[in-house]
């Protein structure tokens, strides 16, 4: 109930100057035995960076905006390989640092560890001007295109781990493949990772289902779909951030990687996705178009497909996302062998929405959504009309995913030059790495 209390007083007082925020904020944290507020980043190779700022620093009592304005960021931690820190590809600055500027719409507790709240931030050149670098930036600008284009997105979003037994491997027994029993087996677990995951709503969509999946102690959590994909991305980084401390907990590890075990089902992040053009407005997708899709639904389809080559390289990134990855069809009704699923209505067999499942954790949540977001709108602003028949595709290489990400101007221009150019040698030196290195299994 404090928690509550001071949590409401702060979302009133989020519309103020911000230095009286500020106040408001330092006080309550303070009064609720708060210690530290993380401001965290979520880089460019898709690792989760956090700065602390502890709250018993007397400073803070004059100048409480610093919890805010404060803080930077060297311009290199953005541009990091994931597995070597000297790696660096850098952006626009050459040297010097970022501001890191927190959305104090994601201000919230950590549930596993009370006395710790937290913010997701951007990283800006000075202030009002944000960095061409910043993933969460280029995924914000991605939702005002298509507002702007008057089309408003409904996504949800499935995610899979697997929970071992500090063994780094998982039980022989697949009896307890997608059972019962897994389950039960770790019921407390998955309560505690539902219930601290529940109150985080400002940066975690609410999950609606939790089971197990295919692989032996793989567990899938469903979040509820809805009309802000920056919610949707943070729900990725929360669930992350949220399963591995409580997993911690249990004596448990976890991995998201996309294959951590050959032979097992692989790990898949599933984006579920549906339109319309305002806020309340009804499906756009559904139609007897073609395919069961609305002509407009077609070519937002289309534009998928069309720029899957260069989209991949987003959605699963990295050199283990190949072990993960098997010859698809581009598209299909009901088809979960597809880049791209028709989902369908159990009564009417109605199509309802579109399942993009060439997507893992691996991926940068705001650059592959702001991606996918930007496919799907180039499709509808050029009706790219979707073939009659599903054609087979497989991606050889994260080389060659990169390359065609390079040759597709859409993507690119989206990107801006300094954002790709990041995230090209970003990826490019991970992958280069990981072909003779074995990916560690809490790398995500």
Do not use: W
């Amino acid at each position: 109930n404090e928690y509550k209390s001071y949590l409401r007083l702060y979302m009133v007082m989020a519309d103020l100057e911000i230095k009286e925020v500020a106040k408001g904020l330092y006080a309550c944290l303070k009064a609720a035995g708060i210690k530290q507020v993380l401001l965290t980043l979520t880089t460019v190779g898709n690792m989760i960076r956090s700065t602390s700022v502890n709250l018993d620093n007397d400073d803070l009592v004059e100048e409480p905006e610093k919890i805010f304005t404060g803080h930077t960021l060297n311009v290199t931690i953005n541009g990091y390989g994931l597995h070597d820190p000297y790696s660096v590809y850098l952006g626009e600055v050459k040297f010097g640092d970022y501001q890191v500027l927190p959305d104090i719409g994601t201000f919230h507790v950590l549930p596993y560890n009370p006395t710790i709240a937290c913010m997701y931030c951007n990283l800006f050149l000075k202030p009002n001007v944000p960095a061409k670098d910043c993933p969460r930036d280029f995924l914000l600008k991605q939702v005002k295109k298509a507002e702007a284009a008057g089309f408003y997105f409904d996504i949800g979003v499935e995610v899979e781990f697997y929970v071992f037994d500090g063994e780094c491997h998982p039980p022989e027994s697949h009896h307890l493949s997608m059972t019962n029993r897994t389950l039960l087996m770790h019921n407390q677990f998955i309560e505690d990772v539902l219930e601290a995951l529940a109150t985080q709503r400002n940066v975690c969509s609410p999950i609606e289902f939790c089971y197990p999946e295919s692989g032996v102690r793989q567990f899938e959590l469903v979040v509820r779909h809805c009309r802000n994909p920056m919610l949707i991305a943070d729900s990725v980084i929360a669930i992350r951030e949220t399963v591995h401390a409580i997993a911690r907990r249990h004596g448990y590890d976890i991995t998201f990687l996309p294959k951590p075990i050959a032979g097992e089902t692989g790990n898949g992040l599933h984006l579920h996705i549906s339109f319309s053009d305002s806020l309340k407005g009804d499906n756009l997708l559904p139609g007897k178009y073609k395919h069961g899709l609305s002509k407009v639904g077609s070519h937002l389809v289309g534009g998928i497909i069309k720029h899957l080559p260069g989209l991949i390289a987003c959605t699963q990134p990295s050199q283990n996302s190949l072990s993960r990855q098997v010859a698809q069809d581009t598209f299909g009704v009901g088809n979960r062998k597809s880049a791209v699923r028709f989902c369908t209505d159990f009564n009417t067999r109605d199509i309802t929405h579109v399942e993009y499942r060439t997507s893992d954790c691996s991926a940068n949540p705001y650059i592959s959504l702001g991606c996918l977001l930007e496919a799907m709108l180039n499709g509808v602003e050029n009706q790219v009309e979707l073939d009659d028949k599903p054609s087979s595709f497989n991606s050889a290489s994260v080389e060659e995913s990169l390359h065609y990400l390079s040759e597709d101007a859409a993507l690119r221009s989206a990107l801006g030059e300094d954002l790709f150019q990041c995230y090209y040698h970003v990826m490019l030196d991970t992958a280069a790495y990981y072909q003779n290195h074995d990916t560690p299994k809490d790398l995500y």
